[in-house]
């Protein structure tokens, strides 16, 4: 039991420094995406953990560090990235759809996050469409449900009806 509780404390002295009062790792390190509703926007914190606290700042995947953009994008001081929610008219990519990192810094060192896709998408109405087919007689007809592409991502066709009763519901559906 002792011998275990010594291993145990020195691989954790083996990742987090030679101090044991100063640590530094992030919690979450698997997070690689954030999908937000453009209405309510988004806040993402930099999930690192660190004692004493880290300072956390925020990249673009291209290294460039971020700027606030008044009502757009902002960094608290507490190092979470918010993002605030806009309108379609007002949609950016660079800040509205990109690949964005932090790090975290503390007399530990200093360390990076996975790179992490942050994307809006938008809440407005969609419809779906069926195209009429002709085919021959004894010939086999092939519909698609027709989703709008910006919402494609996101939508699952779950059952198909003819005058409103359901056909099918089942895995073979196809939502392209
Ligand atoms: C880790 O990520 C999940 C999914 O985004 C979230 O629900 C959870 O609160 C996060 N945990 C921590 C410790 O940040
Ligand atoms: C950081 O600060 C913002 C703004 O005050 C707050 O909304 C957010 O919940 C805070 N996040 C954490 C992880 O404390």
């Not at 002295?13 to 690689?32: I, K, P, T």
């Not at 809440?123 to 989703?147: H, L, S």
């Amino acid at each position: 039991m002792w011998i275990f509780a010594f291993l145990f404390l020195q691989s954790i002295s083996n990742v987090f420094g030679e101090d044991l009062h100063s640590s530094l790792y992030f919690v979450n390190a698997s997070l690689q995406e954030v999908v937000f509703s453009s209405t309510t926007g988004a806040l993402v914190p930099c999930p690192a953990a660190a004692v004493p606290p880290a300072t956390l700042r925020w990249y673009l995947a291209t290294g460039e560090e971020i700027y606030d953009v008044p009502g757009i994008r902002h960094v608290h001081p507490n190092g979470t990235l918010q993002i605030y929610g806009f309108l379609p008219s007002s949609f950016s990519n660079l800040i509205n759809d990109n690949t964005y990192y932090c790090t975290a810094e503390n007399p530990s060192g200093k360390i990076r996050s996975q790179d992490l896709h942050i994307k809006a998408v938008f809440r407005e109405p969609y419809t779906v469409r069926v195209a009429d087919q002709r085919v021959m007689r004894g010939n086999t007809a092939v519909f698609k449900c027709i989703i709008p592409a910006s919402v494609e991502e996101y939508v699952t066709v779950v059952s198909w009806e003819k005058d409103t009763v359901s056909l099918v519901s089942g895995k073979n559906l196809d939502a392209g």
